[in-house]
């Protein structure tokens, strides 16, 4: 088959697309059939509109990670410097002194003691405990006898007349009855409440120098970091209450005490005080029975009382319906309340003849106190819960391993009752 010329160049004709517009037709003569192709740009558009709609997507949603990431950063810094920032630090950190750096806190803590490094009482405290704000620190074990006159050489060191604080911040010995204890009066313990805000050191006081490097600070000698914070009552005029924290580690030369007032709330869970009822009572031959459902009684009466302590001393005080159930309040006085009149007191803390103290007379408790009203609620010191053999109401309370424990009374049940306990607060 042959073509002629014309049907030649027909078929060789190259058509040229006009780039301006958008929809055009292309007919094409192959043979003797016509093909018609339309060639549109509407999906080439389409393909644009979509990148376009996807890039505006994409940065607005890193837009929004970025503001996102700010608004996190904002937040963190915020819960940083809010919660304390640096000073905020963990029970295994070097302890530095308050409003003080690390670098100048070791500075100050270098100047004690370097007259003669052997005199060095590091680790030399091997017990201690809280009762209520009351320190005991003692070179040996603390037992029922060691608080005596007679015993000054076991509780601290060698010619130490007592034991006393040191403020490193002020250069200040604290050698003041209210911040020291008064062995020659029978007093064994700080009361720390009594202590201005501030950093104390605990070292052996003796009766002349106070230059910082002829100071040997004590720190307890335990494997463990130990963190200890107890409240005080609110101060009579200002009702302001004092934080006290005893603090000690590895990281650290020397055991902290850090006094600081923190208004008048105490933190949820914590009272001034708590008060129950009477759970053992003796019978009058030598030995205590559980006085039981009894005991349980009259528990709107512990409430009224409780009302009439708390209004009076600006206070908080909880009531409780058993021993066992007093022990797990976190407070710093104790009060059983007596229906026979007893009063009593641990020989720990006073030896005020307004309150007659009953020891146990033999067994392996012997000298502790023979209530458990008593015993029980002084805690570590008293050993409480420890479950010894033939120790009335030693087994009603877990094992106490806690060394913060409660200023115990049993005050007995009269018309005065309420001012009994408040001369007590």
């Known amino acids: ?16 697309l006009d780039e301006n517009n958008p929809d055009q037709t292309i007919k094409t003569n192959a043979g003797e059939s016509t093909v018609n192709i339309k060639i549109s740009s509407t999906s080439n558009d389409s393909v644009k509109k979509e990148k376009k709609a996807s890039g505006i997507i994409v940065k607005t949603i890193s837009s929004l990670l970025a503001l996102s990431c700010v608004g996190f950063s904002i937040y ?3 819960s940083f410097f809010s919660n304390g920032g640096l000073a ?7 302890i530095c002194l308050t409003n003080t750096s690390y670098s100048n806190s070791k500075k100050i803590y ?11 009482n590091k680790e030399k405290i091997k017990d201690y405990a809280l009762i209520g704000t009351k320190l005991f620190v003692s070179e040996s074990k603390i037992t029922s006898d060691l608080l005596s006159i007679d015993n000054i050489s076991y509780i601290t060191a060698d010619k130490a007349t007592d034991i006393s604080l040191y403020n490193p911040l002020e250069d200040a010995t604290h050698n003041s009855p209210l911040w020291m204890t008064n062995f020659a009066n029978g007093s064994f313990y700080i009361d720390l409440s009594y202590c201005p805000e501030g950093d104390y050191l605990i070292y052996p006081y003796y009766s002349a120098g106070s230059d910082p490097s002829t100071i040997y600070p004590y720190s307890i000698s335990s494997e463990n970091s130990i963190t200890e914070t107890v409240y005080s009552l609110p101060d009579e005029e200002t009702r302001q209450r004092k934080k006290i924290t005893i603090r000690d580690n590895d990281a650290s030369p020397y055991t902290v005490i850090n006094v600081t007032s923190i208004g008048n709330q105490l933190p949820t ?5 708590v008060i129950f009822n009477q759970e053992f009572l003796d019978n009058g031959s030598g030995s205590l029975f559980d006085n039981g459902e009894d005991s349980l009684a009259n528990l709107e009466t512990l409430n009224t009382i409780s009302e009439s302590l708390e209004k009076s001393m600006k206070g908080s005080v909880g009531v409780a319906s ?6 797990t309040f976190h407070c710093q006085y104790s009060i059983a309340i007596s229906p026979n009149l007893t009063s009593t007191f641990t020989s720990f803390l006073t030896n005020s003849s307004h309150f007659s103290q009953k020891v146990l007379e033999d067994g392996q408790l012997k000298g502790y106190d023979y209530y458990p009203e008593i015993r029980e609620m002084t805690g570590y010191l008293d050993r409480a819960g420890q479950g010894y053999k033939n120790v009335t109401g030693n087994e009603i309370i877990p094992s106490v ?3 913060t424990g409660k ?3 049993l005050v007995g049940n009269s018309d005065s009752l309420i001012n009994d306990i408040l001369a007590i607060i």
Do not use: V
């Open 76 to 78: 963190c810094i915020y």
């Open 269 to 273: 869970g914590y009272y001034d005080a």
């Open 88 to 94: 905020k630090s963990t029970d295994d950190s070097f």
């Open 407 to 409: 200023e115990s009374y």
């Open 322 to 327: 058993s021993i066992k159930q007093a022990s």
């Open 110 to 120: 270098n100047t004690f003691g370097t007259s003669d490094t052997s005199m060095s």
């Open 401 to 403: 391993y806690s060394r």
């Open 1 to 16: 088959m042959f073509f002629n010329r014309k049907e030649k160049e027909a078929s060789k004709k190259e058509t040229i």
